[in-house]
């Protein structure tokens, strides 16, 4: 079946320096791509999104990459701060009206040391 | 504003008791979506709600899950005859209309004896 999945479980990002966190995906009828930060013992917060025709999107800090081709996303964060600590989880949804779940990734772990 | 609130926060039951969970969303959203999260895993979806229209049930994992939405905003999660596996964090989010961001509630830490 579909998936989408995480290159890397753990990243671990000196407090100062830019990170990427990156997700594959195989769904192709998938259109719709979110970006969620989780920390511990909290529901997950929206950080970016971007929608199948654009490629890339920037908020404060946060840069969302998406390449169709080869179904890949990633999350760019500009000079990292030890409140970025937290499990990252990419989300995919497919293109069909009526179907709104989001398919979440497993989760990358970043920790940013002081 | 309030965000989404779920209660209780942390539930422990022991193997065989029905469990109910609740979730308020925040006001005027429509849409309204139940999550299970496993430790150290991403997010299980479990069913979705839309204004009347019959929810998406496709993710509960077995008949023992059960969810309604009374007057279009508050919604329960019920599971009967909980077993270890259920043991998990559950999470609610919703969002304002049909295809748009979603927004989570902390989310009730499941503990099955």
């Known amino acids: 079946g579909e998936s989408v999945g995480l290159h890397l479980p753990t990243l671990s990002v000196q407090e100062g320096d830019n990170s990427i966190i990156n997700c594959a995906y195989s769904?192709?009828?998938?259109?719709?791509f979110i970006w969620y930060k989780q920390e511990s013992g909290k529901g997950p917060q929206f950080i970016i999104d971007i929608r199948s025709n654009m490629d890339k999107r920037q908020g404060q800090r946060v840069t969302v990459l998406l390449n169709k081709t080869v179904k890949h996303l990633s999350l760019q964060i500009a000079a990292t701060q030890p409140g970025d600590s937290a499990v990252y989880f990419c989300?995919?949804?497919?293109?069909?009206?009526?179907?709104?779940?989001?398919?979440f990734g497993t989760g990358t772990r970043l920790t940013i040391i002081p | 504003g309030a965000g989404v609130s779920q209660s209780p926060s942390n539930k422990v039951t022991e193997k065989g008791k029905d469990v109910e969970l609740r979730c308020d969303p925040i006001s005027g959203h429509t849409a309204l979506y139940w999550y299970r999260q496993s430790l150290g895993q991403g997010l299980e979806f479990l069913i979705y709600f839309q204004g009347n229209s019959a929810p998406d049930k496709s993710g509960l994992p077995s008949d023992r899950f059960s969810a309604e939405r009374t007057g279009g905003s508050v919604s329960t999660l019920t599971i009967q005859r909980t077993q270890q596996e259920d043991s998990a964090v559950y999470l609610c989010a919703s969002s304002p209309r049909t295809r748009s961001e979603q927004f989570f509630g902390p989310g009730t830490r499941l503990t099955v004896l």
């Open positions: 989300a995919e949804r497919e293109t069909n009206f009526g179907n709104e779940k989001l398919t």
């Open positions: 769904n192709s009828a998938s259109d719709y």
